[in-house]
């Protein structure tokens, strides 16, 4: 089964701070995704990654896929209040199925 | 707003009765996918449909079914509801067929079972 593992579940932090995200798996994905969700919305895609070692950037925010393709990450730079949500990275599994991370709860303090 | 609507926003229902999510996709989507979340399980894939047939099944138990009308919107019945059935239910819609199509999610509908 392939499983995506999110690190941290919680994070709080000061506007101004930087944090990373992290997305692992032992499973190689053609793909990963990364979304995120504000309270009384569904979930929006920030960005998908495809090639190993891959890096987009997003104004403040950077997405990293791993060399072999099992693994990402989420940086923001000078966190703001407005970055404030749940962050899922998503990946599509052998079946085609979308598959998601627990997701990592951001706030970020003013 | 990503153009995908579901109604209603929130259900409060008791224990063995069934209830109906609807879901309109974006227009001219043709994919449509429901999805669970709750806090221990997290967002889970249940079923999608294409263009009014079933095309990919994942986590749904058979108390649940769904269906995908002429008009594309897509219906979710949960049946025989239990407590542990009250989640938020997702409905994302997409253009094509295949998995790699970006998935546009609406706003959910929180069940909660009683």
Redesign the interface.
């Known amino acids: 089964t392939q499983l995506l593992e999110q690190s941290p579940q919680f994070l709080s932090i000061q506007e101004g701070e930087n944090l990373t995200v992290y997305c692992n798996s032992s499973s190689v994905f053609s ?1 990963l995704q990364w979304y995120r969700q504000e309270p ?6 920030l960005v ?1 990654v495809v090639t190993g070692g891959e890096v987009k950037k997003l104004k403040r925010l950077t997405f990293q896929f791993g060399d072999a393709r099992k693994d990402s990450s989420l940086h923001i730079t000078a966190a703001q209040p407005g970055d404030t949500g749940l962050y ?1 990275c ?1 990946g ?1 599994n052998q ?9 990592t709860e951001l706030s970020v303090k003013p | 707003d ?1 153009g ?1 609507t579901q109604t209603p926003k929130h259900l409060i229902t008791a224990t063995g009765q069934r209830v109906t999510l609807r879901c309109s996709p974006r227009s001219g989507d043709l994919s449509v ?1 429901w999805y669970q979340q709750s806090l221990d399980q ?4 249940l079923i ?1 449909y294409y263009n009014g047939e079933e095309r ?1 099944k ?1 986590n749904i138990l058979e108390r649940f079914s769904a269906q995908q009308f002429p008009d594309l919107h897509s219906e979710l019945n949960l049946s025989s509801l239990e407590l542990g059935d009250s989640a938020l239910y ?1 409905c ?1 819609s997409s253009g094509g067929g ?3 199509n ?7 509908t929180r069940l909660t079972v009683l």
């Not at chain 1, 079946?95 to 997701?103: D, E, P, R, S, V």
């Not at chain 2, 970006?102 to 959910?108: I, L, S, V």
Request: aromatic share 22%; net charge negative.
């Open positions: 793909s009384g919305e569904g979930p929006v895609l998908t899922l998503a599509y079946g085609g199925k979308l598959i998601f991370g627990q997701g | 990503s995908v996918y997290g967002l889970q894939f999608q990919a994942g997702f994302a295949t998995y790699y970006e998935q546009f999610f609406g706003p959910g």
